[in-house]
């Protein structure tokens, strides 16, 4: 099972960055691909965006192409969201999560496809 603790979350303005991050505690992170969710009240959780194991494939949802960019770092087991130009509509309670997977170069957008989950962190976007 892997540990996963997000941080990074607060209040921001519209137009505004944040960078979140996720630290994995598990040796075998450089074999799971990583994704990001979020959850606005009410809402169901949805996906973000991915990477995967390798770090050679990333897939977005489209509302936040050009403006998110989803990177990872193997030697300290961390995965980062950058979030720029940020929108009201961004804020939601937002997730890492992670899936062991023999494909190194294989993102996994489905819910159900990963196996462990982050407690979440908040991100607001003021208007």
């Known amino acids: 099972q892997v540990q996963l603790v997000e941080s990074g979350g607060g209040l921001e303005q519209a137009g505004g960055s944040l960078r979140l991050s996720c630290a994995a505690s598990?040796?075998?992170?450089?074999?799971?691909?990583m994704g990001w969710f979020r959850q606005a009240p009410g809402k169901e959780r949805d996906f973000v965006a991915g990477i995967s194991r390798s770090g050679s494939s990333t897939q977005y949802i489209d509302s936040v192409k050009g403006r998110f960019t989803i990177s990872r770092d193997n030697t300290n087991n961390t995965v980062y969201l950058q979030m720029n130009s940020l929108k009201p509509e961004d804020t939601a309670d937002y997730y890492c999560?992670?899936?062991?997977?023999?494909?190194?170069?294989?993102?996994?957008?489905?819910?159900?496809?990963?196996?462990?989950w982050g407690q979440g962190t908040q991100v607001t976007v003021s208007s």
């Open positions: 999560a992670a899936r062991l997977t023999a494909t190194s170069g294989t993102v996994y957008s489905g819910r159900s496809a990963y196996n462990d």
């Open positions: 598990t040796r075998t992170f450089g074999s799971c691909a």
